[in-house]
């Protein structure tokens, strides 16, 4: 996008700041947000006998987390995470 901006040389005299921002979540509403992530479930939890079940989970996991992360960034915020202890998947998207 920004080479497409950069070939129009009458846009380019025009724009005085010109901010990209990483945005890997839908902001709803005011104080909802949303990661946009609708099948996230079964990645997680689902079918855990196929072959590259768990290569699907970590990958799933790593989605989340740097959406988090992406986040918590844009919004400045440090946030306390609090989770249950027994679960794993908690404890270790918590942990990254």
């Keep these: 996008i920004l080479d497409t901006i950069k070939q129009c040389k009458v846009l380019v005299q025009r724009i005085k700041t010109l901010v990209e921002i990483n945005l890997d979540f839908l902001a709803v509403e005011t104080n909802t947000f949303h990661l946009?992530?609708?099948?996230?479930?079964?990645?997680?939890?689902?079918?855990?006998?196929?072959?590259?079940?768990?290569?699907?989970?970590?990958?799933?996991?790593?989605?989340?987390?740097?959406?988090?992360?992406?986040?918590?960034?844009?919004?400045?915020?440090?946030?306390?995470?609090?989770?249950?202890?027994?679960?794993e998947l908690c404890s270790q998207l918590a942990k990254d």
């Design 36 to 87: 946009d992530m609708p099948d996230s479930l079964v990645r997680l939890y689902g079918d855990r006998g196929a072959v590259n079940a768990e290569s699907k989970r970590e990958q799933c996991k790593a989605d989340i987390v740097k959406r988090l992360v992406t986040l918590c960034a844009t919004l400045n915020e440090y946030p306390y995470i609090r989770f249950r202890a027994d679960n």
